[in-house]
């Protein structure tokens, strides 16, 4: 990757349908969703933060952001974490999608020179919560948050968007498990996988 980026792993959700904090949640072999994303992913990075609400680091190098509004919603995370990178450009993900590949988000990252965000879309559907986001996205969430709109996608009609479709993702995750989110308990046995 010839850019400097920084990892943003958003882990400030409320977890309802699983019952506990999706960031806690442990693998069969040892350590949390939330190191095992942290750990496979930071080396492309230039820094990683994690965002949310009263959150503890997973180890060295990684930097907690708090979430700058009461509300909760992935929208907030990302604006926090924009507003605290060090770099022009990042890359999001949701801590409970364990399961991406590093070469899928090389890919999404090598496609966002020019644009606010660079959004894959899968099954008709934006995944905004595994997408690339430059600083100069930050005016548009700002307004949609001041307008007290929470929804993620909601400011994407004032950004310079580019999407990428299945046909191109799958040429780097042919069955598209990069977008596999655990949001419910009978999906833990997923994490034996990792």
Same mark, same amino acid.
């Given at each position: 990757?010839?850019?400097?980026?920084?990892?943003?792993?958003?882990?400030?959700?409320? /977890?309802?349908?699983?019952? +506990?904090?999706?960031?806690?949640?442990?693998?069969?072999?040892?350590?949390?969703?939330?190191?095992?994303?942290?750990?496979?992913?930071?080396?492309?990075?230039?820094?990683?933060?994690?965002?949310?609400?009263?959150?503890?680091?997973?180890?060295?190098?990684?930097? !907690?952001?708090?979430?700058?509004?009461?509300?909760? /919603?992935?929208?907030?995370?990302?604006?926090?974490?924009?507003?605290?990178?060090?770099?022009?450009?990042?890359? !999001?993900i949701a801590c409970?999608m364990p399961f991406?590949?590093?070469?899928? !988000?090389?890919?999404?990252?090598?496609?966002? +020179?020019?644009?606010?965000?660079?959004?894959?879309?899968?099954?008709?559907?934006?995944?905004?919560?595994?997408?690339?986001?430059?600083?100069?996205?930050?005016?548009?969430?700002?307004?949609?948050?001041?307008r007290g709109v929470?929804?993620?996608?909601?400011?994407?009609?004032?950004?310079?968007?580019?999407?990428?479709?299945?046909?191109?993702?799958?040429?780097?995750?042919?069955?598209?498990?990069?977008?596999?989110?655990?949001?419910?308990?009978?999906?833990?046995?997923?994490?034996?996988?990792?």
């Amino acid at each position: 990757m010839s850019e400097a980026a920084t990892l943003i792993i958003l882990a400030g959700g409320e /977890s309802k349908r699983m019952g +506990r904090p999706k960031h806690q949640l442990s693998k069969p072999r040892g350590g949390t969703v939330l190191d095992h994303l942290a750990s496979g992913l930071s080396p492309l990075f230039t820094e990683t933060l994690i965002v949310g609400r009263n959150l503890l680091s997973p180890g060295d190098g990684v930097r !907690v952001v708090e979430d700058l509004h009461l509300a909760r /919603s992935p929208l907030v995370g990302i604006y926090s974490g924009l507003l605290a990178a060090k770099t022009e450009l990042s890359f !999001v993900i949701a801590c409970d999608m364990p399961f991406v590949r590093s070469s899928l !988000v090389e890919h999404i990252l090598s496609q966002s +020179r020019d644009v606010d965000a660079c959004v894959p879309i899968v099954n008709g559907y934006y995944e905004p919560l595994c997408a690339a986001y430059r600083r100069t996205a930050i005016p548009a969430i700002a307004a949609t948050i001041a307008r007290g709109v929470f929804k993620v996608t909601a400011p994407y009609k004032d950004l310079n968007l580019r999407t990428i479709l299945e046909e191109e993702l799958r040429c780097f995750d042919e069955e598209l498990v990069s977008f596999t989110n655990l949001n419910v308990p009978r999906q833990l046995e997923l994490l034996a996988q990792l």
